[in-house]
């Protein structure tokens, strides 16, 4: 290929993408910065190094003017925009790939940068997370427009609505495709409708990501022993907020305020002269709009009424202050009970530990799934909690501790994710929950990817999954034009997925025809917007932009026709 590619922020992800662009004699140069040095070693060894201490001046350094495209893959979203502006200062129509927990802040900017794609790890790789809790695999992961487009390795259940369907029926509820089934190690491409599935067959779904999703809920719901009430987990308790709360500068003042109020009041009431003790009382009195009469500023000269007026006035905004805090705490405390007694009563539901970014995306999927949650946090000041306590339980604890996970009602759990910033922990976690209970299935979050690959082989009846791994080839396809095909081996069988455009309209029945040669066109993004797999379409307009996957053969003989 002989491509240039220019990689900035060395993590572990950079490691996995530079390894990936740089076969096929393309040029991958990595700068970094002295801090990540000790990562160095991830490296391929065909992968240049800059040590980076000026972003101009390294970027200059590897030439950035004549690479395909800049790709920003720090850990830190404000380095990665930095990157960004100065990127397009020096080279302007040098494309950028960007990786930023928002892409909606991306999205904006691309007005005025050369932005071609932005993606969130986290959100790349939340619908591995999902699938994993159903007992299911997600093979590789597309974009189109705003959407995710997904391909999925489906087990039909025993007591499975789908165990029975025929397929053409199963197309038609999920809106999504079956390019191929499986039974046994014998899988069939492009089966027919009249297909009838069995429990233990295997599905390579496709389409929109919420297509394939509810398609994979709906098959393990046989699995789950749901709720009674659609309303016991909706409600979540408000934790208290310990980084930014009024409470103590409210007490600070109404202290301060009282002092003074004291000594003014006790050097400078005349009408009658007052002892400190007296001052201090009248204060209390006036500040709590008490007010029993017997002494009084009646009398007294305007600067201390004027004074008196101001005590009032500022005593009783901060105490207002300072029973609202005292009420919310209380409050916070009873609803915390009261969602930990809900929580010990769930079953059939899903237990998530850490509400990090990859636990917020998954927990984010899972209501829109409509599936039960409960979230274990150990951080009561977490970026996320206030808005996932709005639709989950959410309980503050170490999900390492057996007694935080009763009180999960973990071990009546239908899955737990481990999902915190700690592979340790998530081992641990997830070790604990299998002792609990060895049917509920478990998902661990593993960034360090030789482990990862050990503990599969050592570690029976856990999911593992690495969003490293999985967001990865969304970020190779994008810096290689977003053409590039994503492979996927199935029964012997090599797949391929990948954004094609359209030169011409394609109709109804021409889709058809692709189908009977085993070319699925799995999602399409015209100015009518996306739409997904299933129906077919009566037409596909001309310039539209579509997501196509198959037996390589098949898919690139139909497009050399195109």
């Not at 087990?155 to 789908?162: A, K």
């Not at 001052?279 to 709590?288: D, P």
């Not at 690495?466 to 069988?493: E, I, K």
């Amino acid at each position: 290929m002989n491509q240039r590619y220019v990689l900035v922020g060395l993590s572990r992800l950079t490691a996995r993408v530079a390894e990936a662009l740089a076969p096929d004699k393309n040029r991958v140069v990595v700068l970094y910065s002295p801090e990540e040095a000790s990562l160095l070693p991830l490296l391929h060894p065909e992968v240049n190094s800059i040590l980076m201490t000026d972003r101009h001046q390294g970027l200059r350094d590897a030439v950035l003017t004549e690479a395909d495209s800049l790709l920003a893959l720090s850990d830190d979203d404000m380095q990665n925009l930095r990157v960004a502006l100065t990127g397009h200062e020096i080279a302007p129509d040098v494309p950028v790939v960007l990786r930023t927990f928002d892409p909606t802040l991306a999205e904006a900017m691309e007005r005025w940068l050369n932005i071609r794609r932005a993606y969130s790890v986290s959100s790349l790789s939340a619908p591995a997370f999902v699938a994993a809790t159903l007992a299911d695999r997600v093979l590789e992961t597309l974009n189109i427009g705003d959407e995710q487009v997904l391909l999925c390795e489906i087990t039909v259940e025993q007591g499975s609505r789908l165990a029975g369907a025929s397929l053409g029926s199963v197309r038609e509820s999920a809106g999504c495709d079956v390019l191929a089934v499986a039974s046994g190690d014998s899988w069939t491409r492009c089966p027919g409708d009249d297909r009838r599935l069995l429990a233990g067959d295997r599905l390579l779904a496709g389409g929109l990501l919420m297509d394939v999703l509810r398609l994979a809920r709906d098959n393990a719901l046989s699995g789950m022993r749901r709720q009674e009430t659609a309303t016991g987990r909706r409600g979540g308790w408000r934790p208290r907020r310990s980084a930014v709360t009024l409470l103590p500068v409210a007490v600070a003042l109404l202290l301060l305020v009282f002092v003074f109020a004291v000594l003014v009041f006790w050097r400078n009431n005349q009408q009658p002269e007052l002892s400190f003790m007296q001052a201090l009382y009248f204060v209390v009195a006036t500040a709590t709009t008490i007010g029993y009469g017997d002494i009084n500023l009646r009398d007294e000269r305007p600067w201390l009424q004027a004074f008196g007026i101001l005590v009032m006035l500022s005593s009783a905004a901060l105490m207002a202050v300072l029973y609202s805090h005292l009420a919310a705490l209380l409050t916070a405390d009873r609803l915390r009970e009261r969602h930990g007694r809900m929580a010990r009563g769930m079953s059939g539901h899903v237990v998530i530990s850490g509400l990090g970014n990859v636990g917020y995306r998954v927990e984010q999927l899972l209501g829109r799934l409509d599936i039960p949650t409960v979230v274990v946090e150990r951080d009561g000041g977490g970026r996320f909690l206030d808005a996932v306590s709005t639709r989950a339980v959410v309980l503050l604890g170490d999900a390492r501790l057996p007694e935080s996970l009763m009180d999960a009602s973990a071990d009546r759990a239908f899955a737990f994710i481990g999902s915190t910033n700690d592979d340790l922990a998530n081992i641990q976690a997830c070790l604990q929950v299998r002792k609990m209970n060895p049917a509920t299935h478990t998902v661990m979050r593993i960034f360090d990817g030789q482990l990862a690959d050990r503990l599969g082989q050592v570690v029976s009846g856990s999911a593992i999954v690495n969003p490293l791994a999985v967001a990865a080839s969304a970020f190779v396809g994008a810096a290689t034009g977003g053409t590039a095909a994503r492979r996927v081996a199935v029964g012997g069988q090599e797949y391929v997925a990948f954004r094609h455009r359209l030169g011409r309209a394609v109709s109804g029945d021409e889709l058809r025809e692709w189908r009977q040669a085993q070319v699925h066109v799995l999602a399409s993004r015209s100015a009518d917007g996306v739409r997904g797999a299933w129906p077919i379409p009566a037409t596909i307009p001309a310039d539209a932009q579509i997501v196509v996957s198959g037996p390589e053969d098949a898919v690139r003989a139909r497009l050399a026709k195109e």
